[in-house]
């Protein structure tokens, strides 16, 4: 029996309840892998639009991460995935630069530092009215290094617009296209 283990890194204010990651987390679950959910304690709130405390909060979000990450076994997963959302990315791709694991991404609206430890199996999605990115860099850096990345239009940091069938409508896509990428 194949060995699979699906890790969820929050953001900040973004839980595994959210949609993003409560059905990304059904879908691991329905493609027969374990699931584990990364937690964080103590994050600064006000970060937006501050490099200084976006560093932290990413710092934060790693170190916590790695602790919670040292205790779940890895050795002979067959199938090994992280999923994140905004600063989770950037600590589960700092994560599994440092330590060369072969594992598949997930994305969810990732934060500019997230590509800074770009692996070449990922997939990621970003509203293009993200307030926390600088969108078009983001999808620029993200072309070249060969990531998969889908665009929303008018989608803020959760990809949503603010009309509710509209929200619906393009979450459905984003689960079909990470059904799409557990499959592969």
Known sequence: MDNKLAVFFPGIGYHIDKPLLYYSRKLAASFGYRTADISYTDMPMKIK??????????????EQASKQLDDLLFEGCDDLIFAGKS??????????????????????????????????????????????????????????????????SDCNHSLETGDALTDIK???????????????
């Open 49 to 62: 639009g501050d490099p200084v405390m976006m560093k932290k909060a990413a710092s934060i979000a790693f």
């Open 87 to 152: 600063i989770g990315t950037v600590a589960l791709a700092k994560y599994a630069k440092e330590h060369s694991l072969n594992v598949k991404q997930i994305w969810y609206t990732p934060v500019e530092a997230t590509l800074g430890y770009a692996s070449s199996d990922v997939i990621s999605f970003i509203g293009d009215a993200d307030p926390w990115s600088d969108v078009e860099a983001l999808k620029k850096r993200a072309e070249s290094a060969g990531i998969e990345l889908y665009s929303y």
């Open 170 to 184: 393009n979450l459905m896509d984003v689960m079909k296209k990470t059904s799409d990428f557990l499959a592969r």
